[in-house]
């Protein structure tokens, strides 16, 4: 098989598998709103879907928790003394920690037992004392690192290397150029980010994510303003193609791609406007995942979601067992909690891995304004049926201190590995650009 | 001679023409299209006025105007239009304040410094968007368009962030010396930009020195800014850094550190001596790949999209693509690097103005924003709104995604993009915001009736007939109006009547900015 050949015939798998494509557009309306198990039979003999387990069918979710969370109040580790000494003001008594069956060195902060629920359900693990070398303490730079899973911080997204290595991205169709992109257009939304802008970590070099806050936004907006707009907008952006102009062709290219915005658009708007099954606190990022849920629920063939949680940059004020940084902790153990009680009623959970981490944890010692400043390591939480549960790996000590800063043990690339490789079924070598012992976070089959 | 290349297959899959000819295009062939073309190609588009007007001039002098910008008035930029201090670097007063701090572990002194060092930090993100909306209001203003596309295109190519190197003043007098020599000559650009505080910090040049020379700056200049890939060894890499160390800044100004230089023997790409960075970027230009390199550049952005250079496929390319290309290159060589030499004769080659080239480019997201205010003569809206659509569109000024710039051509467009542009122009036409920002429309009205000022005078009544007023108006924002386009259009303007009122010109409007076909030039 040549490279061309080669070529085609990815593309080609995608596209029988894009629901956003034209083709499968008209059907696409009709899955919305079913009951779940009906829905994945119908998706299962169209072929549209495959047997869980199968790589196709795996989505992750990225959770971001934005403003560096502080780990050491996220899982306490309240039999060290150390960490009583160090926070005099914010410490979480030990007595309040959750505790963890069979773990007695760490708890889980009082305000999760939502997480403590998904734990004991066999449905978490956390990865402790994540971090990566020469910790970087600026938001944007530790940020752009953990995105790019390139200690220089530079270069594309580690998600968007994946898309372009395995679905869509470059020498695949989406390359820019009339030769090559003969048949792009229709790449379905390989990952999308519920946000205003797509993080960095999703960009590629081809592949470039789909970003929205609302579905609202996901439409023109001209139709609101008149209503004899919108017939003759539909009837242009609808046309698919045009004879006499090559398929080659960037306006041949663009007419795809409004119909597929078009398709899209009406896929996510109808999914999104469905109702959940389980009630989902009132917070942000609850909403977020409760758009997500529908969105799989819906059969968007998306692999990948990205959502965001903010406010964990506690220099002031955080609070120990109560306040604000536990009532954080409290919105996204809740809203994971919620989310995994969704994904169940449809029948999806176990095709959903949710990943959870922030830019840095914070320093051992509080500071002098009841708050934490910016550190190092930190845990990560893995979410999903599919992972192997528990505490995986060892506190960080707590004595041995590299200026005040826990020192990391797992490279946060190797949790990366762990699932580029066990769940996405891709090599992590090429995406990672780099050889990371994968992790080990999911279940063998 | 225009001569239309064999065709295979059916008419649909015909290849439009390309033309070979790098002579002059001549003046009965320079008509409406090809000075819009130009105008979109060469700046940002035009009213109906300014097309005519190049139309009446003939192709020799719209492109002189154009290129030889410097007899246009311009704004000139004052030197203390932004604080130039704000990330300036401690004074010796300031550092023996800290020193002491640290020594006494005066938690509080050191915590009152920090925060003085943040609050300096949100001061320049502040400038920085200060910045972009400068630089963004200055395109759509400017009567030298070419000046701000060229100083863009430096921009992107010699691609600098504010993300890494955080200092605002730096990117702005990086941006004041790419417009600088915007067409002015290649070799200043490169000898100035290993001058470049921006520059330096953004390629760690500033940590450089002899015994522990970093290799970015040097790879950079060879693969990226220069040379391309293949044209240069790894070796030439790690000698070339080496010429480079001591080359570095203090504050607003290059130093060059004698100390830190590694003065020793060199070998790079063949040539042998002392040699420092000069003598460096002295050695590339005398590469016969860089000339290819920045001319095949120049016509990725004006002319096609081109395959990376890594896939070297150009063998693959039509015969007229590279026949242009070599001719473009030798004209940059015989120019001696001369910028403005080459836009000239790729401006007016017949090659410029083939049918296969025209509306067939997808504009960058700034070509869309200020392209729609200077053509369709908008008003400018929020430009705080713009600048945000700009970011959401993949586009943010100061802030490129890496040293590699914009990929541009059909990266810039997807799903979500696609519908950011299509809003945009809704809010640029009817002044209602996008989504997020506070509800309230902008009461500035756009009056749309000046565009067709044009058509009345050259066919009388024609203004007031929606198939003249479609036709018109399709012609001059998507380059033509094909009959399928057309007959929606027609109905919604013919809805209302025989009259045609600024209401439904502006609802024509925004069905017209949505059409798939906006998006190309």
Known sequence: MDMREQMIYTRRRFLGQGLLMASAAASVPAFVGRSASAMSERLALAGLSSLPGVPDDHVLVVCQLSGGNDGLNTVIPYAWDEYYKARPGIAVPAAQAIRIPGNEVVGLHPQ??????????????????VGYPNPNRSHFKSMDIWHTADTSGTGDGWLGRYFDAECCGYGKGESGTPEAGADAGGDGMPGIAIGRTAPLAMHGRGAKPVAFESADLFRWSGEDIHESLRGPYHEANRRGREAGLREESNASFLLRTALDAQVSSETIRKAVSSRSQVQFPNSGLARELAMVAKMIGAGIKTKVYYVNHGGFDTHSGQGGAQGRHGQLLNQYAEAMKAFYAELKKQGNDARVLTMTFSEFGRRVSQNASQGTDHGTAAPMILLGPMVNPGVLTAHPSLKDLDQGDLKYNTDFRSVYAGIVEGWLKAPSKPILQGTFKPFDIVKKA | MRQPV???????????????????????????????????????????????????????????????????????????????????????????????????????????????????????RTQVSEMQKWWLRRMIETGRPLEERMTLFWHGHFATSYRTIENSYHMFMQNEFFRASAVGNFADLVFGIIRDPAMLAYLDNNNSRKGRPNENLARELMELFALGIGNYGEQDIKEGA??????????????????????????????????????????????????????????????????????????????????????????????????????????????????????????????????????????????????????????????????????????????????????????????????????????????????????????PGAERRPERVCDYLLRLTIGRAPERAMRPLVEFLGAHGDRVEPDHVRGLLLLITAMPEYQLC
């Open chain 2, 242 to 459: 080496r010429a480079l160390t001591g080359y570095t800044f203090d504050d607003d100004a290059f130093v060059f550190q004698r100390g830190n230089h590694d003065e020793g023997p060199k070998r790079i790409l063949g040539r042998s001596g002392n040699f420092d960075g000069d003598e460096f970027v002295k050695i590339i230009l005398e590469q016969p790949a860089c000339a290819s390199y920045i001319t095949r550049k120049l016509y990725h952005t004006f002319v096609r999209d081109l395959p990376p250079l890594e896939r070297a496929e150009d063998q693959k390319l039509p015969p007229e693509v590279r026949g242009a290309m070599r001719d473009l290159a030798s004209t940059f060589l015989r120019a001696r690097y001369g910028i403005a030499p080459v836009l000239k004769r790729l401006f007016l080659s017949e090659h410029f103005y083939s049918p296969a080239f025209m509306n067939e480019q997808i504009k960058s997201p700034v070509q869309l924003v200020v392209g729609a205010v200077r053509s369709l003569n908008t008003p400018v809206r929020d430009l705080s709104i713009l600048n945000d659509a700009l970011d959401l569109m993949g586009q943010n000024l100061m802030f490129p995604p890496s040293v590699k710039g914009w990929d541009g051509g059909r990266s810039w467009i997807n799903t979500s993009t696609l519908y950011v542009r299509q809003n945009l122009m809704a809010f640029l036409i009817t002044g209602k915001k996008p989504q997020g920002y506070d509800p309230s429309a902008e009461t500035d009205r756009y009056d749309p009736m000046p565009l067709l000022e044009e058509l009345a005078l050259a066919e």
């Open chain 1, 112 to 129: 999760m037992t939502g997480l403590k629920s998904l734990y004991d359900e066999g449905l978490a693990a956390i990865v402790q004392g």
């Open chain 2, 6 to 124: 064999s065709t295979k297959g059916t008419p649909e899959n015909q290849r439009p023409v390309i033309h070979a000819s790098m002579s002059p295009i001549r003046d009965a062939d320079f008509g409406y299209e090809q000075a819009r073309h130009l105008l979109w190609r060469a700046g940002f588009g035009g009213t109906p006025r300014q097309v005519q007007t190049l139309v009446s001039w003939g192709p020799a002098k719209s492109v002189d105007y154009l290129v030889d910008y410097r007899e246009v008035p311009s704004e000139a930029v004052k030197a203390d239009r932004f604080d130039k201090d704000i990330m300036r670097p401690p004074t010796a007063e300031e550092r023996t304040q800290m020193a002491r701090a640290r020594r006494e572990r005066d938690e509080e002194a050191l915590n009152r410094l920090q925060q003085e060092r943040q609050r300096r930090e949100r001061l320049d």
